[in-house]
């Protein structure tokens, strides 16, 4: 949902509760850290401003006595200790009550500090730092005082306060007033609208509360807030490495371009089998820093993450005879994953595993099959709940076997757990296959618009897939049940004719038709720009190499 102007209470408003606003400063400064592993940290800068009128620039400045900043994004960064920063064309301006952070991973070299940030617009009155001893290694931190912010509508008009009491100033998501509506709009509706309205920092992600998502949101509420997702595919899930299989290391730059493209949500699929010990799956150390560190690039540019234990080499045979060896390997890995992100908050999703299937039967599943295949799913859902923490009620996304819509139907058990509401089942899409997938087919259009017969598959075309995704709607969203469309796309044919205009059709088409049915449509990259690839951005630079297929993926979200 798109609002053209940010509504906000006047200053009349706010004294008529006894709140007083200062206006002494210009603007509250302050480090934050956001998560911290030992060897490093990254952590964010939030300049506030506490005035009456626009900002317009900012800089900033601090300095370490050991750390040393490795990377930064959303800032114009300066210096090597002491540091600066400054704004960039696109957040130079911040309107009174306004938060803006730019943010920044650092080597410790010792302890993780938390220094002062100065600056001509940096008012003493606000504290300008946050101690990590005070917080968890999760993403989170202390909610910003209303006291010292001084609101002024920027619109001619403003909501009467009679609508509601001065205790909705803190709202339950974890923003802090003017960062969030009255308490008569709803957790769930004010995280959905997102900025300008709710204007979400790291400074609002408290370990009691999330910045998006309050405890009170079921799994299908859940789905309408992660709008259309993005996999950043052929990376994390190479098996003996990130960049295996051709793709550049991740980026924050990269992360922070698929947002801006509109996307909302990360599918983070995760090859995890790198042993220090393979005889007891221990995953190493190193590894699994980075994967966290990825998160952490997501949950910088505030994206909702979905990672899940991918292909990695297709241990997960769902036989009787590798019943107990792939649940008792599952236990020790999700074990091992969760406990490591117990304290993230609920933007963070675990997906148990991908595309469950019996190697090169492609049929539909036996009982033994299917049966074996849901038992993983059960397995993944004890283990992730054993950890406690955050994990305790964290949303879980099982799969139908092999992803099939109709094998999902017909055969998957939702597993039993310990909490209501909280489980998500998940299903990919790629019909028709000789469109969509084989490169060595002469089916090249699909359909209404198709003008070749011979060229075009007499079957999944538009009134299938509508059948397909309301499916998933009437046996699982309609349950209780959010629905995740974890895969879906079609290999571009650069030495096919038009092929384009069917491709960017296909995908519109498919996104909206789940959307509206309400799953959560997240497109499969595999960062490929070449024949036969699906990629989106350029994985170097974020620069969109699609933008007419993106606009139709992510239009069905407005």
């Known amino acids: 949902m798109k609002l053209s102007r940010l509504k906000l209470w006047s200053v009349a408003a706010l004294l008529g509760m006894g709140l007083m606003a200062s206006q002494a400063q210009s603007a509250s400064c302050r480090y934050v850290v956001t998560n911290s592993w030992g060897s490093g940290a990254t952590a964010n800068i939030e300049i506030t401003n506490t005035g009456s009128t626009v900002l317009n620039g900012w800089s900033v400045n601090w300095s370490y006595i050991n750390n040393r900043i490795t990377n930064s994004w959303n800032a114009n960064l300066s ?10 064309s696109w957040n130079s301006s911040l309107q009174p009550g306004q938060t803006i952070t730019f ?5 410790a070299n010792g302890a993780i500090e938390t220094p002062v940030v100065t600056g001509a617009i940096c008012g003493s009155s606000t504290p300008s730092s946050v101690s990590s001893s005070s917080r968890p290694s999760s993403l989170s931190s202390s909610s910003r005082s209303s006291s010292s912010v001084s609101v002024t509508s920027p619109s001619s008009s403003s909501r009467s306060s009679s609508s509601f009491s001065s205790s909705s100033l803190s709202c339950p998501q974890g923003n802090s007033w003017p960062d969030c509506p009255p308490s008569t709009w709803s957790d769930a509706y004010c995280a959905l609208i997102g900025p300008p309205i709710c204007v979400r920092s790291s400074s609002s992600r408290s370990s009691s509360s999330s910045s998006s998502v309050s405890s009170g949101v079921t799994s299908v509420e859940l789905t309408r807030l992660m709008g259309i997702g993005w996999n950043v595919g052929n990376s994390l899930d190479a098996v003996g490495g990130e960049t295996n299989w051709g793709n550049p290391l991740i980026t924050q730059q990269l992360i922070n371009s698929v947002k801006a493209a509109g996307f909302k949500t990360i599918r983070l699929p995760v090859a995890w089998s790198k042993f220090s010990d393979a005889q007891n799956f221990v995953i190493q150390t190193a590894w699994m820093d980075r994967v966290e560190q990825v998160v952490n690039y997501a949950l910088n540019a505030d994206m909702y993450v979905v990672m899940n234990i ?3 080499g297709g241990w997960m045979q769902p036989t009787y005879a590798q019943q107990n060896y792939v649940n008792n390997r599952l236990t020790i ?5 969760a406990n490591r992100f117990k304290n993230y908050d609920d933007r963070l999703l675990f997906a148990g595993t991908n595309e469950v299937m019996v190697d ?3 049929g539909t599943p036996t009982v033994e099959y299917y049966t074996v295949q849901n038992s993983f799913n059960q397995t993944f859902v004890d283990t992730v709940r054993a950890t406690g923490g955050k994990n305790a009620t964290r949303h879980l996304v099982v799969q139908g076997f092999n992803t099939n819509i109709d094998h999902t139907v017909n055969f998957a058990a939702i597993p039993v757990d310990t909490v209501s509401d909280r489980l998500m089942m998940e299903v990919h899409y790629y019909d028709p296959y000789n469109f969509t997938l084989n490169t060595n087919s002469n089916i090249t259009q699909w359909g209404s618009i198709a003008t070749n017969p011979n060229a075009t598959e007499t079957w999944a075309n538009e009134a299938y897939t509508n059948a397909q995704f309301q499916k998933m709607k009437t046996h699982f969203v309609d349950q ?3 629905v995740i469309l974890g895969e879906y796309g079609v290999v571009s044919r650069l030495n096919v004719s038009g092929h ?3 491709r960017n059709y296909w995908n519109e088409y498919i996104t909206k038709s789940a959307y509206d049915r309400g799953l959560v449509p997240i497109y499969w990259d595999n960062g490929y720009s070449g024949d036969g690839g699906f990629a989106l ?4 630079t974020g620069a969109q190499l699609e933008p007419v297929l993106i606009q139709a993926i992510v239009k069905a979200d407005d």
Do not use: C, E
Not at 79 to 88: E, I, K, Q, T
Not at 333 to 337: A, D, G, H, Y
Not at 537 to 540: H, L, P, T
């Open 79 to 88: 210096g090597s200790n002491p540091y600066s920063a400054s704004n960039l």
């Open 103 to 107: 943010g920044m991973q650092v080597n």
């Open 310 to 312: 991918h292909w990695d």
């Open 333 to 337: 890995m999700w074990t091992q994953i």
């Open 360 to 362: 090169g039967d492609y």
């Open 480 to 482: 209780g049940v959010g």
């Open 500 to 502: 384009a205009t069917y």
């Open 537 to 540: 951005f350029n994985r170097n």
